[in-house]
């Protein structure tokens, strides 16, 4: 398993974060949602998921957020990350 982060550009904020919602309910099997945190101006927002792929969590994401924001992912670098949830 690696943390993956899911960096947004939100278009949509209640679009955005009501698909997340629905999606936090169909997490695929083993993965886990660890943060979900927007600024407070509602433009950007952070995940971190665990997943066995950076791919797997791309397309999950974008099957309900994906419309609603411009969404980067990248593996996290764990080794040297400080307060990683586990």
């Not at 997340?20 to 952070?46: E, I, Q, R």
Request: glycine share 8%.
């Amino acid at each position: 398993m690696m943390h993956v982060l899911v960096v947004s550009t939100v278009l949509d904020d209640g679009k955005f974060w009501s698909g997340l919602k629905k999606a936090h309910a169909k997490l695929p099997k083993g993965a886990k949602w660890k943060v979900a945190v927007a600024s407070k101006d509602g433009v950007k927002a952070v995940n971190v998921i665990t997943h066995d792929s950076v791919e797997g969590v791309r397309e999950f994401f974008e099957t309900h957020a994906g419309a609603y924001a411009t969404t980067e992912y990248f593996e996290a670098d764990a080794a040297n990350a400080v307060g990683l949830p586990r």
